[in-house]
């Protein structure tokens, strides 16, 4: 969960605005720690990835493949780096 998520959670439920440092103060204090997102599918898997090129490379030739990279990405993904997790 972010900070910002977090902080509209609260403002939902009681009303209040803390700032991101007084959510973060608290949450460290009670055991909280950042963690670095990571950007790795939850899919990957190293043995079908190696079966899907082996398929395509029977199939196709280089100049009959287009790649498209990151088509349906979530662009929040991009601008945030930490998240809150349980030490």
């Given amino acids: 969960m972010y900070l910002d998520e977090l902080r509209d959670e609260i403002s939902k439920a009681?009303?209040?605005h803390p700032s991101l440092s007084t959510i973060w103060r608290t949450l460290h204090c009670t055991g909280y720690s950042r963690k670095k997102i990571t950007r790795?599918?939850?899919e990957r898997?190293?043995?079908k990835r190696a079966e899907y090129m082996y398929q395509i490379?029977?199939?196709y030739r280089p100049?009959?493949?287009i790649f498209v990279d990151k088509s349906s990405a979530d662009i929040w993904l991009f601008?945030?780096?930490w998240a809150v997790a349980v030490v």
């Fill in 14 to 16: 009681r009303g209040k």
């Fill in 40 to 42: 790795e599918a939850r």
């Fill in 45 to 47: 898997n190293l043995d």
């Fill in 57 to 59: 490379g029977l199939k």
């Fill in 63 to 65: 100049d009959q493949l």
């Fill in 79 to 81: 601008l945030v780096e």
